[in-house]
């Protein structure tokens, strides 16, 4: 489902990122047992911002992120990282 206008605008608020890193991300991640090696799925990842605090929260070998809307897929490409296990790919 693409978002509208007004929800991208919402999702891509600094307060909103705000609140990922420093409440919902130690509260949720910080608890998961993952072993090691696994490939971590981000469903819905929009700019990913979510793939990049599973990438410091978890010991995932991997982490891939997907979006429905191309829009956040184009802008997610752009991250630069200095781990080499995350990722995004794009396809048409």
Known sequence: MKLTAVEKLLIRSPLRAYMLQRLEAPRV???????????????????????LLINQYLDCEK???????????????????????VGSEHKN
Do not use: F, N, Q
């Open 29 to 51: 991640l910080s608890h998961l047992d993952i072993g090691e090696r696994s490939v971590c799925l981000d469903i819905g990842c929009g700019s990913g911002m979510g793939a």
């Open 63 to 85: 982490v891939v992120g997907i979006d429905v809307d191309p829009d956040y897929g184009h802008r997610s490409r752009g991250i630069r990282l200095t781990s080499t296990k």
